[in-house]
């Protein structure tokens, strides 16, 4: 099986700008879950997705949104980018119980200019 | 406070060493996960605990629910070993510890 992939790897954007990053999750995972790592703060779980609705959601502001397709491939919004956004972002999959395992992907590096 | 507590921060050891990192955690969980991250970022799942003990290799995870605590040991410890090793608890999301840093030196 594939794993977790994540597109683009890398990412320059400039402050005010938006983004979008994409997932896809191993075949047959419903769940989709994002996050943002920073030096900073670590690890941080922005939300979760499964079977195209937001289950679960972080202590993120608004601009920060997503969404999952009917094909369980999910994307990740960042309107009007600020400085502190630059982060390596993270998915992960699973088949769908809170229990189960995740699989990561290798990240998306945001860097804001 | 933060929910998810790890010790060491920072771990150097030689090759051949026993590594234990630590986790505790204050809030009440349905899964304990040890991570493995290395350069670069991506990162694997080690273990999923929900009671007792795991072995997987020369890695052993063990969780005491009553104490709130885990630990992930390292038997015969390896300079590929070198990463960053990562608690985190499920409670109806994944909430991280800030990490180990193992450096194992040959």
């Known amino acids: 099986k594939a794993g977790v992939t994540q597109t683009p790897r890398y990412l320059i954007k400039t402050r005010g700008q938006q983004v979008t990053l994409s997932c896809s999750p191993i075949s047959g995972h419903r769940s989709v879950s994002w996050y943002q790592q920073t030096p900073g703060q670590g690890l941080q779980f922005l939300f979760e997705y499964f079977s195209e609705t937001q289950r679960n959601k972080g202590n993120f502001p608004g601009r920060f949104s997503g969404r999952q397709f009917s094909n369980s491939r999910s994307e990740m919004n960042v309107s009007t980018l600020e400085l502190g956004d630059s982060a390596l972002y993270l998915c992960a999959s699973r088949g769908g119980g809170l229990t189960d395992t995740q699989y990561f992907g290798p990240g998306t590096r945001l860097t804001v200019l | 406070k933060n929910e998810v507590e790890q010790s060491p921060q920072n771990l150097t050891a030689q090759e051949g060493e026993f590594i234990t990192i630590n986790c505790s955690y204050s809030v009440g969980i349905s899964a304990l996960h040890w991570l493995q991250q290395h350069p670069g970022g991506g990162i694997v799942s080690l273990f999923m605990?929900?009671?007792g003990k795991k072995k997987h290799g020369r890695l052993i995870a063990t969780i005491n629910i009553q104490e709130k605590h885990s630990s992930l040991h390292i038997t015969a410890s390896h300079p590929r070993d070198s990463a960053v090793y990562i608690c985190?608890?499920?409670?109806?999301?994944?909430?991280f510890g800030t990490g180990t840093r193992l450096t194992i030196i040959p």
């Open positions: 985190a608890v499920t409670n109806e999301k994944l909430t």
């Open positions: 605990l929900s009671s």
